[in-house]
């Protein structure tokens, strides 16, 4: 009994829960994960979709119901499906309208719920990947892996859907993060920004306070030249829902540890911008206040000083779970405070006050999680450097490609990575990007690793571009897309019996077309698509 137990005990801890086969794993119930288990499962494969936590959606049901879209002809296929289900739960075809391109947070995880369950996903839900040890590999294969509550999971593809990338890097896939400098991949937008227009500080503020120290908020580091590499991470926030129905309204409460001390460089802009402006601030120039149905509203970051917790997501794409859990909670009370202070503060102007007062948490979203979102906006984090790294220049000049899987439209969109000391001595933001794109063509080869890396992994989230380019292709929807094409490149691998990278690229691009997704820009373009769904709803 004694050497059986040594046995156990010496065991890894994947070995001590039940072993999982499947087809297809999806690690990561983000939007681009849900489209990817439910291609593959309408692809005959059996699927598994690992969620880390309790929801599915991602960003979409965490809080962004205002849908970055771009040009929106460029958006088909099961990420249109989405947008088109979201227009049937609000009956927009009773007023001629098919699309759905906002919605309540909770009403998108119902909608992505429905549709892994119709094909026969299998959801786990709480099924983080294992913080070491998580991956088993055979060679160039991913042959097991490990979630933290002792099951395993085998695949003959797996699919690494999360933000975060964490099945990539334990892969051994290589991977970067931050910024490149402007020469590795001559882009004239890359590395540290100068001065850029937007989310800046248009007014002089002072950074110091009257004994010559920094506030807070405000970085000490001097910032090397532009167009210099480092691994600074564009800012993070918590994408909010908003109600101003009394009844669904959850007023703002102080938060624990609140010192409104931390927003002294508010304050001070709010009163610069009313000098030179010769009136209060609106609310609408210092958070984005988009409007969605039953009296809500999707809240993001606007203006120099707003939601974006500058400075604070740097540690998290190699952070450990523990510190991510820390990074996460940081951003909630930066947030928290932020609203806070606008909502109570008396140096705020008495106008604003008032507007910031009409709005509050919605009682009937996130009520599992205080009303507030469960998802940390994780805009960037790791890049895979894959078989092919998508750059400035595929956003602008070479916009076709031979294994087009997609298209991507929206411009190219960076947060702020620093708030810092400008040369004139007065507070500035480094890092903003708002550059136009033209309709671009995303190929299949950014969701492959290295041959040598990996021949059963596929990346339609973390994938391999720069950050330049990831900033515009990082849209949900553009997730979607190419989390679809990944359930089908699925399908091609395992027929097939060839690695991701080897599989029929002209197979899968005919697949995708019959499919409805959008591989050219054409005004319009979506009727096929629209018509597509509609043979598959009334199937049903």
């Not at 031979?402 to 890092?431: A, C, K, L, Q, T």
């Not at 553009?478 to 991701?500: F, H, N």
């Not at 409805?516 to 009334?538: H, N, T």
Request: charged fraction near 25%.
């Amino acid at each position: 009994m004694k050497n059986a137990l040594f046995v156990l005990l010496a065991l890894p801890l994947g070995s001590l829960g039940a072993t999982h086969r499947f087809d297809v794993v999806v690690y990561g119930g983000t939007a681009g994960g849900v489209m990817a288990a439910v291609s593959a499962a309408r692809e005959g494969l059996d699927t598994a979709l690992l969620e880390p936590g309790h929801h599915v959606g991602g960003m979409v049901s965490g809080g962004l119901g205002w849908t970055d879209y771009g040009k929106k002809e460029v958006i088909g296929g099961y990420a249109l499906e989405f947008y088109l289900r979201v227009g049937r739960h609000y009956q927009l075809p009773r007023y001629g309208q098919e699309i759905g391109w906002i919605h309540e947070p909770h009403v998108a995880e119902d909608i992505f719920r429905e549709m892994v369950q119709e094909p026969g996903v299998q959801l786990f839900e709480r099924s983080r990947l294992r913080e070491k040890g998580g991956v088993r590999k055979t060679g160039a294969e991913v042959a097991e892996i490990f979630v933290e509550n002792g099951d395993s999971f085998t695949a003959k593809v797996f699919i690494d859907s999360s933000y975060e990338g964490d099945l990539m890097a334990q892969a051994g896939v290589r991977y970067t993060y931050g910024r490149e400098g402007s020469s590795q991949y001559q882009e004239t937008l890359a590395g540290v920004r100068d001065r850029t227009p937007l989310h800046q500080f248009l007014v002089d503020v002072s950074p110091y306070d009257a004994e010559g120290r920094l506030l807070p908020e405000i970085s000490a580091r001097r910032p090397p030249a532009p167009g210099t590499a480092d691994k600074a991470v564009q800012a993070y926030n918590y994408r909010m829902c908003f109600c101003e129905v009394p009844e669904n309204r959850v007023p703002f409460a102080v938060p624990v540890g609140y010192d409104a001390r931390r927003y002294a460089v508010l304050a001070r802009l709010l009163e610069a911008r009313q000098k030179a402006e010769g009136r209060a601030a609106a609310l609408d120039s210092v958070i984005k206040v988009d409007r969605l149905p039953n009296g809500k509203a999707d809240i993001n970051n606007q203006g120099a000083f707003s939601t974006d917790y500058i400075g604070g997501s740097w540690d998290y794409p190699d952070a450990s779970y523990a510190r991510r859990t820390e990074i996460w909670q940081e951003h909630k009370d930066y947030v928290q405070g932020f609203f806070y202070f606008l909502a109570t503060d008396p140096r705020v102007p008495e106008g604003l006050r008032r507007e910031m007062n009409r709005w509050g948490l919605c009682k009937d979203e996130f009520t599992d999680t205080g009303n507030w979102p469960h998802q940390l906006y994780i805009r960037e984090s790791r890049r895979m450097v894959g078989e092919y790294v998508m750059v400035q220049k595929d956003l602008q000049t070479d916009v076709t490609k031979p294994d087009p899987v997609g298209m991507g439209s929206y411009n190219s969109d960076s947060h702020n990575v620093e708030r810092i000391v400008g040369p004139d001595g007065f507070v500035r933001n480094e890092g903003d990007m708002q550059v136009a794109v033209n309709p671009y063509q995303i190929p299949y080869r950014i969701m492959l690793p290295k041959p040598a890396e990996a021949t059963n992994l596929l990346v339609p989230v973390a994938f391999s571009a720069s950050h330049v380019a990831y900033s515009s292709v990082r849209m949900e929807p553009q997730y979607m897309i190419l989390g679809q094409a990944a359930g089908v490149a699925a399908k091609l691998s395992i027929s097939g019996g060839t690695p991701v990278q080897g599989i029929p690229v002209g197979t899968l691009v005919d697949t995708l077309k019959k499919q409805g997704v959008v591989l050219e820009y054409v005004p319009s373009a979506q009727a096929p698509a629209i018509q597509l769904f509609q043979k598959r709803m009334s199937r049903k």
